[in-house]
């Protein structure tokens, strides 16, 4: 079964109209997977231990309905796949009658911490994962298939497409760490709302290409395609830390 937690929600986690933020959604569902894998055996400590990290490659989260102030939520999540180097988890977040508010998909690939180079996870690694009714639920949670690049129009760093907005950049200051010493996942979320003027998406992407860490400089570029905005959060050298695709 997947695993699961209720929470109420928190004022310290709601925006100014008393929404669950993009930020915190993230948070609730990177918090729940961190949970099972405690559950499991297979957390924090056995992974540092085994020189080993499960690292988010990408996000695809829906919102049905954002989740307001006092409400009590049920933030769950479950393994569907392995595949090579990558693992694939489905979460969701469901409102008092069980009804879906968020239903989100991401892949992630396993990480040697020691060698600073992907590897392909151990059978012991994934077993623990391992759900044997995940195509059902697949079905109840309803994603489309997930797409792993966000693919930016080719004029966006140059400087000559139409609607280009650069944003002021942002120093990562250790508030924006997480216990890999790299900008949390969920930040990066954050930057990219801020910048595009989006408090509450119904729909976003997020692909992460490396880690921001102490110290270095993120530079936001927002291009409007349409109804939606996509976000390139880079160095300073037009690098990109990871890519956000909103919308409204």
């Known amino acids: 079964m997947p695993y699961s937690f209720t929470s109420d929600i928190r004022y310290s986690e709601c925006d100014s109209d008393g929404y669950l933020t993009p930020f915190s959604v993230i948070n609730y569902l990177q918090d729940c997977s961190t949970f099972q894998s405690e559950k499991l055996g297979v957390g924090i400590g056995y992974l540092k231990e085994r020189k080993r990290a499960w690292f988010l490659n990408s996000w695809h989260i829906i919102f049905d309905r954002y989740p307001h102030f006092g409400e009590t939520i049920e933030t769950g999540t479950f393994a569907y796949g392995f595949s090579g180097l990558y693992g694939y988890r489905h979460f969701y977040i469901k409102g008092g009658q069980g009804e879906f508010l968020v239903r989100a998909d991401s892949l ?4 040697d911490t020691e060698k600073q180079m992907p590897t392909k996870p151990d059978e012991q690694d994934m077993a623990p994962y391992m759900e044997e009714d995940a195509e059902r639920l697949k079905a109840e949670i309803d994603m489309p298939p997930l797409k792993r690049k966000i693919v930016l129009p080719k004029d966006m760093r140059s400087g000559e497409g139409g609607g280009l907005e650069a944003c002021e950049e942002i120093e990562v200051t250790r508030h924006f760490l997480d216990s890999n010493k790299h900008v949390n996942n969920a930040w990066y979320v954050e930057m990219a709302a801020s910048a595009a003027g989006m408090d509450r998406p119904s729909e976003l992407r997020a692909e992460y290409r ?12 927002i291009v409007n395609d349409g109804e939606k905005r996509i976000v390139d959060l880079s160095d300073r050298g037009g690098s990109p ?4 695709e909103l919308m409204p």
Do not use: C, E, G, T
Not at 108 to 111: K, L, Y
Not at 210 to 215: D, E, G, P, Q, W
Not at 241 to 244: D, K, L, N, S
């Open 108 to 111: 992630w690939f396993f990480f």
């Open 210 to 221: 490396k880690a921001a860490v102490l110290s270095d400089h993120i530079r936001p570029l």
């Open 241 to 244: 830390f990871a890519i956000v």
